[in-house]
T-cell receptor
Framework: GQNIDQPTEMTATEGAIVQINCTYQ??????LFWYQQHAGEAPTFLSY????GLEEKGRFSSFLSRSKGYSYLLLKELQMKDSASYLC???????????FGKGTRLSVIA | DTGVSQDPRHKITKRGQNVTFRCDPI?????LYWYRQTLGQGPEFLTY????????KSRLLSDRFSAERPKGSFSTLEIQRTEQGDSAMYLC????????????FGPGTRLTVL
């Protein structure tokens, strides 16, 4: 079976750093994606990891450990506009469709 | 606008009616996906196409759900004999089949079944 776990909600302060964790159990692995989704809007792509390690893109970084079935998304210098849901998704083989977690709703407060 | 578009954005229907949603992918994308998302959940995969071929449809929620992509461009998702449990956001995404296969999502169609 396939299972992706991430915290339901998190709160962080403007200007701070927040780490959103994701653990997964899938029959195979061919990449992990992070998407951002503002309320009532479509998910937008943030990052992709297929090899172990850290991928950095501006204020956002994503880390993967395949042996542990673990990833995190790191958001630095938080801004109010970062308040959104963050979705972890795994592709289990080839170019098959993504399996999404339930998402983590992040609230950034002043 | 060169992104993924969906029509309509909102649909309210009565239980038992049929509904059809349309998705226009990014023009050079040969893959097209349909997902359903309910409140507080991540998108749930339904079906996908590569060009006009439907490569996976076992995840469609019941035989009341069907999808087509007749010319390998736009796609339609039909729900027959709608039920209240079908109320959700229906998302379409597209991608190219190579590279990291990043999916670009449309704005979704919000279905409310009364």
């Amino acid at each position: 079976g396939q299972n992706i776990d991430q915290p339901t909600e998190m709160t962080a302060t403007e200007g701070a750093i927040v780490q959103i964790n994701c653990t997964y159990q899938t029959s195979g692995f061919n990449g992990l994606f992070w998407y951002q989704q503002h309320a009532g809007e479509a998910p937008t792509f943030l990052s992709y990891n297929v090899l172990d390690g850290l991928e950095e893109k501006g204020r956002f970084s994503s880390f993967l450990s395949r042996s542990k079935g673990y990833s995190y998304l790191l958001l630095k210098e938080l801004q109010m506009k970062d308040s959104a849901s963050y979705l972890c998704a795994v592709r289990d083989a080839g170019n098959t469709p993504l399996v999404f977690g339930k998402g983590t709703r992040l609230s950034v407060i002043a | 606008d060169t992104g993924v578009s969906q029509d309509p954005r909102h649909k309210i229907t009565k239980r038992g009616q049929n509904v059809t949603f349309r998705c226009d992918p990014i023009s050079e994308h040969n893959r097209l996906y349909w997902y359903r998302q309910t409140l507080g959940q991540g998108p749930e995969f339904l079906t996908y196409f590569q060009n006009e071929a439907q490569l996976e449809k076992s995840r469609l929620l019941s035989d009341r759900f069907s999808a087509e992509r007749p010319k390998g461009s736009f796609s339609t998702l039909e729900i027959q004999r709608t039920e209240q449990g079908d109320s959700a956001m229906y998302l379409c995404a597209s991608s190219i089949s190579g590279g990291i296969n990043e999916q670009f999502f449309g704005p979704g169609t919000r279905l409310t079944v009364l």
